[in-house]
C-alpha cells in the first residue's frame, strides 16, 4: 500500500513519480490507449486516480479533512468515480472507463489491482469501524461487481462481472454470481484468466 506523501520536496517529487506510474499503468493495460498525452487527457479513471492520491494526502492532516472531502466530490463531479479520501489504494490501480465506480473511506486496495466500470466497494452496515473491503494485490474486479463488508479478497482473485460479493475470496480464487460463489476453473480454461477481458 502506498504511505501518505509528505509536503516536502521529496515528497512531491515521489508524488509526481506515481502519478507518473498511474500514467503508464493505464497505457499498458488498456490496448486503446495509444499515447500517454491521450490517457493524460481522455482517461476519467486515471483523473480520479490522481485526484484521490493528492486528497488521501489531505485526510492525513485533521486540518484539511473538509477541503478533502470538498475535492473528491470535485472529483465525482468531474468523472463520474466516487472515491472518498480515506480509502487506501495501492500502486498501478487502474480503473477502465470508471463511470460508476465507487470506493468506500475504509477500503483497501493492494497494488496492480484492475477495476471495471460499476464496480462498488462498499459497506453492509452504517457502523463506525472498518466496514469496507480488503482487495489484495493483482486482483482483477468485473462490471458492475459489488463487494461489500470488511470482508477480504486475496491476492490474484478474479471476480466476475455483476457479481455480489459478501464473504472472504481466496487467494487466486474466482468468484461469480449473486451471491458470488467459487466457480471451479477446468485446467483448459487456465490461460484464458491472463485475459481480464474475461471477467468484464
Known sequence: MTAPLPFTLGGVKRFWG?????????????PAARTKAEVALAYPGVHALWLH???HRMWREPGLRLAARLISQLARFLTGVEIHPGATLGRRLFIDHGMGVVIGETAEVGD??????GVTLGGRSMVKGKRHPTIGDGVTVGTGAKVLGPITVGAGARIGANSVVVHDVAPAGVVVGVPAKVRRVRPREQGMLEDAALWI
Not at 18 to 30: F, G, I, N
Not at 112 to 117: A, R, T
Open 18 to 30: 506515481l502519478l507518473r506510474e498511474d500514467l503508464a499503468t493505464a497505457q499498458r493495460l488498456d
Open 53 to 55: 492520491r493528492l486528497t
Open 112 to 117: 496492480d489491482v484492475l477495476l471495471f466500470h
